[in-house]
């Protein structure tokens, strides 16, 4: 598969929002990572930093876009043709640092590995996703579980943010946001990313000096 850009919506669930102590957002609040920070969760182990405090997983459903926007109405179901679930990897101290000083968040979302994706199927439509509840298991524990009704913003208006403000082009993914129960990743781990009661994929965490 190709992929263009990496947006990410953060705080599209109350309860998330609520757990770090943030504003619920009036409007999507839109951020990317770079191509080269995504990674599949294929059963290898992937590596992080061990020095830079807390990396915390974010379980989150992923868009793919297979069809150029334009500033046209549509449906949801014609231009997202595939999806994944994802985990938006973040460096939760060193992003505390860079709220504070009103800095851009990238050094703390942008980390080489910090987009993992399972592979994508065939996009259900959004019916079907709202029928199924996600999930992200820890060494065999659950430790995050969502559902897409309980998101703030629906995918038709993450779609018409981003292509009204970024453009939307084939190739392009979304990670849409990560219900609560975000937490640290530590070395030796395994997670297993469910959709429904499917495994779609998972990951052994190395944390490197
Ligand atoms: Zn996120």
Not at 20 to 26: F, K, T
Not at 107 to 118: P, R
Request: proline residues 4%; charged residues 25%.
């Amino acid at each position: 598969m190709e992929f263009r850009n990496i947006f990410c919506i953060g705080r599209n669930y109350v309860d998330h929002a609520v757990e770090l102590g943030n504003d619920v957002p009036d409007q999507p609040m839109v951020f990317s990572k770079p191509l080269n920070s995504l990674v599949y969760a294929d059963g290898k182990e992937i590596h992080y930093p061990g020095n830079r405090g807390e990396i915390h997983h974010e379980l989150e459903v992923v868009l793919y876009i297979g069809k150029d926007m334009t500033d046209e109405d549509f449906w949801v179901d014609e231009i997202v043709s595939k999806m994944a679930l994802g985990i938006d990897l973040t460096l939760r101290d060193v992003q505390s640092e860079l709220k504070k000083k009103g800095h851009p968040w990238l050094l703390a979302k942008g980390f080489k590995n910090a987009a993992i994706v399972t592979e994508f199927w065939d996009f259900p439509g959004e019916a079907v996703c709202r029928e199924r509840d996600f999930c992200l298991l820890r060494d065999g524990k659950t430790v995050q579980k969502g559902n897409i009704t309980s998101m703030i913003f629906s995918f038709r208006t993450i779609l018409a943010y981003i292509q009204a403000n970024f453009g939307l082009k084939k190739g392009d993914i979304i990670f849409t946001g990560t219900p609560e129960g975000v937490g640290p990743i530590s070395n030796g781990e395994k997670y297993e990313l469910r959709w429904g009661e499917e495994s779609k994929g998972g990951f052994g965490i190395r944390m490197n000096e």
